[in-house]
C-alpha cells in the first residue's frame, strides 16, 4: 500500500511561484518513478513533470512548463517536489501527484487527492 499526500497549491499572481509537495509512505520499495500531472479546465490529465527514481534516471517535463518548473526528490524524506515558477493563468488546474511502482512483472500507479493551483490577477 502507497499513500500520497499533496500539500502547496494555493492562488498565485501571474509571474508568481509555488511549491508543491507530496509525501509518500507504505511500501515503497520498488519506486520506479515519481511526477507530477494537471488537470485543467479542458479536462485532460497532462504528464507535467516525471522523475526517475533510479540514480541516473531520466527526468521529463512537458513541453509547455519546461524552463519554469523544477521537480526535485529528497529520498530521505520520501517527498517529491514541484517547483513552478514564472507562473501563467495557463497552468491553472488541479495537480496530481503520481508514483508508479515496479513489482510482479507490471508497473502500479497511485495517486493522491490532488491540490488546486491557480494563477489569476
Known amino acids: 500500500q502507497v499513500q500520497l499526500v499533496e500539500s502547496g497549491g494555493g492562488l498565485v499572481q501571474p509571474g508568481g511561484s509555488l511549491r508543491l509537495s507530496c509525501a509518500t509512505s507504505g511500501s515503497i520499495s520498488s519506486l520506479f518513478h515519481m511526477g507530477w500531472y494537471r488537470q485543467g479546465p479542458e479536462n485532460v490529465r497532462e504528464a507535467v513533470a516525471i522523475?526517475?527514481?533510479?540514480?541516473?534516471?531520466?527526468?521529463i517535463y512537458a513541453d509547455s512548463v519546461r524552463g519554469r518548473f523544477t521537480i526535485s526528490r529528497d529520498s530521505a524524506a520520501n517527498t517529491v517536489y514541484l517547483q513552478m515558477n514564472n507562473l501563467k493563468p495557463e497552468d491553472t488546474a488541479v495537480y496530481y501527484c503520481?508514483?508508479?511502482?515496479?513489482?510482479?512483472?507490471?508497473?502500479?500507479?497511485?495517486w493522491g487527492q490532488g491540490t488546486q493551483v491557480t494563477v489569476s490577477p
Open positions: 522523475i526517475t527514481v533510479v540514480s541516473g534516471g531520466p527526468t
Open positions: 503520481n508514483a508508479r511502482l515496479r513489482g510482479g512483472g507490471r508497473f502500479t500507479d497511485y
